[in-house]
Structures are given as C-alpha cells and as structure tokens.
C-alpha cells in the first residue's frame, strides 16, 4: 500500500466515498439557488480529500470499522470545514488567490460576497450534518471539530500577522500548529476516537501524531511553493516567497527544511509501527504527506 499508485488508488476510493454524500449536503439546502450552486462548486472541485482519509485510516488503524457511519458523518463535515477555511483563506482580504484547484476560486467564479457566504454556510452545515447522527459520540466528535477549526482560524490570524512582520521560527511552528495542524490532527483524533479509543488516551498519545503529519504536510506544501510550478500545484506557485512570509523553508532553507519534515514523518510512522497491518493505510498517508507533488 506504501508506494504512490497505491496511495492514490486509496485517495480516489475515499473521494469516490464522500462525494455523493457532499453532494448531496449542498443539494439539500438549495432555498437560495445561487448559494447552493456556489457551495457545491466549492465543495466538488477536486482535491485530495486527505482529512476523510487520515479520518477512515486512523479508524482502522486503531481497531475500529472504517465503515463506520459515524466516522463517514465525520470525514464529511470536516472535508466541509477544511472547503470554507480556503474559500476563505482564497479572498483579496486574506491570500487574494484567484486559482484554486485548476480552477477560478469561488469569489472569482462568482464573487466575494457569495464566497464569505459560501465560507460561512459550509462551516454551519458542517455542524449540522453531524450533529444530525444520534450516536451518542457526536458530541464529542462536534467539540473536536470546533475546537480545531477555531485554532485553524486562529493559524490564519497568525499567517496574516506575518505579511506585516517577520516571525521568528517559534512562531511560524505555532502558526503551522494551528493553521494547518489542527484540522490535519483533528482528522486522526476523530478516527482513533470512532475506533472506541478513550479520549484522554486519545489525547495524550495519538493526538501528536497526527500533529506532527501536520507540521511535515505544512513544511511539504511551503517546500512545493518553492520548487513547484501553478500548472503542476493548480494554484499560484511561489506567492509565499513574493508576499515575503515566514515560512520554515525561507528561515531555515531548502535542504534543512526537508530534513525536518522527513524527521518528523519518521516520528509519526515510529508511533505507528507497533499498530501492525491494519495500519497499513495511516502509515501510506503519512508517507504520501512528503511525497505528493501538490
């Protein structure tokens, strides 16, 4: 499962999961025919559907079914988070990116307005879908999502605050933490707790894996910034460096930067090793982190 076909063939059978049920989440409030087509113009354009996957794969990982209906309810809303935070994060207020995915972001496609309303709609709907389950481990899974997405928030305030000063690498790390980490963790938390591990376990010990998937995919992607090209990354390569932010590779460099991420990798699939086969997937996804062209 390890090698790159393999892990893309995983990515595509969880895309091909969520889809109908994304789809199907925009189709079911369409009181505002325009809302409703920009939301499922956001929510089906591509992507790797990474936190639905680490989500089925750490599910499995730690003992439970990754066909757990709850766990599907889960990928779903947080896949939907995960789509507001760059519908927002794509605005002129904030990174005024204007591809996306191959594609016009959605404040081009339709325009600013809609895509503040496209943000704020999917972060709603995300909370209502699983909260709509009535296994008693929604709650739960709803204060995971909502604790991450405000620290996600929280990230891009940090991120923002560094187009105006240079930051220092304590700093760009807490950024990462929270901006990218906390929804990429936050995936690996829900699988482990809808695999019936306790939470406080949860917390202590697998909720830093999944931070340090986090930090290598943050590194990774500011690497890719640098050596990628728009056509191969579907969205504007090298505007961190010309914006001038702070990022792990501008402090530090190419080479030291790639060491870190390949350190922390080898730190997460060492916490997975005694987990066996059935971590099998989890460990090609913590792999695919470093390895992905875009």
């Known amino acids: ?99 996306r995915r191959g594609r016009p972001t959605v404040h081009k496609a339709y325009d600013e307005a809609t895509a503040v309303l496209v943000g704020d709609g999917l972060q709603s709907l995300a909370f209502a879908h699983l909260l709509a389950s009535d296994d008693a481990r929604a709650p739960q899974l709803a204060r995971v999502l909502a604790e991450d997405a405000f620290l996600m928030v929280e990230g891009q305030a940090r991120d923002m605050d560094g187009e105006h000063a240079a930051l220092d690498e304590a700093a760009v790390m807490e950024l990462m933490r929270t901006k990218t980490g906390a929804l990429l963790s936050g995936s690996v938390v829900a ?56 990022t792990i590779p501008a402090l530090v460099g190419i080479p030291e930067a790639r060491r870190r991420a390949e350190a922390l990798l080898e730190e997460a699939l060492a916490a997975l090793a005694p987990l066996g086969p059935r971590a099998e997937p989890l460990r090609a996804l913590a792999q695919f982190v470093l390895s992905r062209k875009k």
């Not at 202590?204 to 340090?212: A, D, H, S, Y």
């Not at 500011?222 to 702070?246: F, H, P, Q, V």
């Open 1 to 99: 499962m390890s090698d790159s076909l393999s892990i893309e063939n995983y990515l595509r059978s969880v895309a091909g999961r969520i889809e109908p049920h994304l789809a199907a989440l925009a189709d079911a409030h369409r009181g505002h025919p325009r809302l409703a087509a920009a939301i499922k113009y956001a929510l089906l354009g591509g992507g790797k559907r990474l936190r639905p996957a680490l989500v089925f794969a750490a599910c499995e990982a730690y003992g439970g079914d990754p066909a757990d209906p709850l766990a599907l309810r889960f990928a779903v809303a947080i896949e939907a988070i995960h789509t507001y935070s760059l519908v927002h994060d794509d605005l002129p207020a904030m990174d005024d990116d204007d591809l």
């Open 191 to 246: 699988g482990a707790i809808c695999a019936g591990v306790p939470v406080n376990e949860v917390l202590e010990r697998i909720r830093p894996v999944g931070l340090k998937l986090g930090l290598a995919f943050q590194i990774a992607d500011d690497l890719l910034d640098l050596t990628a090209d728009t056509a191969t990354l579907g969205k504007r390569a090298g505007k961190d460096a010309g914006a001038g932010k702070s």
